[in-house]
């Protein structure tokens, strides 16, 4: 048995024999509580990997909510965590490109049923997203990249930014912003954050051009003071209603990435503005080389604390209360 940081229904109280739990059950969506469950079975086409290091991610809230329990059905007790880096333990029937005892880094899909997760002991994780870790990376540093740099990839992507142009970064001092601001700033973008005045300094350092700060008016109306033509594009990555997002800051016929259900289609269609909704796809096509960029020093990877597993909880509060000025990792083991 394996100590996991999980979310139990009331059913299980009926099923200890099963789940070998020596905690107190909750309903979904009540605090994750630290228990016992035994060590994943490998299965074709997945590793299990003995988790050093585990990355925190507003995606846990989330689940642990039970936001997201109308579109995915869970499987209780659910493991929180999706990201993770460690030392391979063993490997499934198809698995040629990692093998045991290698440190390797990667993440646990959204993709129903919600049951597994990275908060544990051991972690067994898709095959397709794992990625021996670079020499030049320390176990905590990859296990918060999986999730948050995929998503700024997609997003830095979907809108296409050529040099020259200018690309507002909405919500820029949170996990996946830093990564965006630095990934548009190395394709000679210039890049537009938004942020508190504390957060300044750190998002100049990643290759902002200019700090809006969020909190003293309007986003847009900050913004076309300085670029008065509108920017090029936006890469939206917070508010879920559609008066959150500056689009007015966005030229007509500019491109818009958000990670939010706002914008819609039509929302931006109605704007004169082309793009949508992205979802991170941190499969080893993605997180390789972005972790290789990490190991040479040419991409930053903002780690705000490190817990202990016990203080997993801890941590997700912060997440929650939004007081984390970059990623927080939670440590396993030696």
């Given at each position: 048995m394996a100590d996991v940081l999980d979310i139990r229904s009331p059913a299980t109280d009926h099923q200890k024999d099963n789940s070998h739990a020596r905690t107190a059950f909750l309903e979904a969506g009540g605090q994750p509580v630290l228990g016992d469950l035994p060590t994943p079975e490998v299965v074709p086409g997945h590793v299990l990997i003995k988790v050093r290091a585990a990355g925190l991610n507003p995606l846990d809230n989330v689940i642990a909510a039970g936001f997201m329990a109308e579109r995915f059905p869970h499987h209780y007790p659910l493991v929180l965590g999706r990201d993770a880096a460690g030392v391979v333990e063993?490997?499934?029937?198809?698995?040629?490109?990692?093998?045991?005892?290698?440190?390797?880094?990667?993440?646990?899909?959204?993709?129903?049923?919600?049951?597994?997760?990275?908060?544990?002991?051991?972690?067994?994780?898709?095959?397709?997203?794992?990625?021996?870790?670079?020499?030049?990376?320390?176990?905590?540093?990859?296990?918060?990249?999986?999730?948050a740099a995929a998503a700024a990839s997609a997003a830095v992507d979907l809108v296409e930014p050529q040099p020259g142009q200018v690309v507002l970064v909405n919500g820029a001092s949170g996990g996946v912003g830093r990564y965006a601001v630095q990934l548009l700033a190395a394709r000679s973008v210039t890049v537009v954050a938004t942020g508190t005045s504390d957060d300044a300094e750190r998002l100049s350092e990643l290759g902002a051009t200019t700090v809006v700060n969020f909190a003293v008016g309007p986003v847009a109306d900050q913004v076309l003071a300085v670029h008065p033509d509108g920017v090029d594009a936006l890469v939206n990555l917070?508010?879920?209603?559609?008066?959150?997002?500056?689009?007015?800051?966005?030229?007509?016929?500019?491109?818009?990435?958000?990670?939010?259900?706002?914008?819609?289609?039509?929302?931006?269609?109605?704007?004169?503005?082309?793009?949508?909704?992205?979802?991170?796809?941190?499969?080893?096509?993605?997180?390789?080389?972005?972790?290789?960029?990490?190991?040479?020093?040419?991409?930053?990877?903002?780690?705000?604390?490190?817990?202990?597993?016990?203080?997993?909880?801890?941590?997700?509060?912060?997440?929650?209360?939004?007081?984390?000025?970059?990623?927080?990792?939670?440590t396993l083991g030696d």
């Open positions: 063993a490997v499934g029937a198809g698995v040629d490109h990692v093998e045991p005892g290698q440190e390797a880094f990667g993440n646990v899909p959204l993709a129903p049923p919600i049951q597994v997760g990275t908060l544990a002991e051991y972690a067994l994780l898709p095959a397709e997203t794992v990625v021996v870790k670079p020499a030049g990376l320390d176990f905590a540093t990859a296990a918060v990249m999986p999730l917070v508010g879920f209603a559609l008066a959150d997002v500056p689009l007015e800051a966005v030229r007509k016929g500019g491109r818009v990435a958000t990670t939010t259900p706002a914008p819609d289609a039509d929302a931006l269609a109605g704007a004169g503005l082309a793009g949508g909704m992205v979802f991170a796809q941190p499969v080893r096509e993605t997180a390789e080389p972005l972790a290789e960029l990490a190991a040479a020093g040419l991409l930053s990877v903002d780690v705000h604390s490190v817990l202990p597993l016990e203080r997993a909880a801890e941590g997700l509060g912060v997440l929650a209360a939004g007081r984390a000025r970059g990623k927080i990792v939670v």
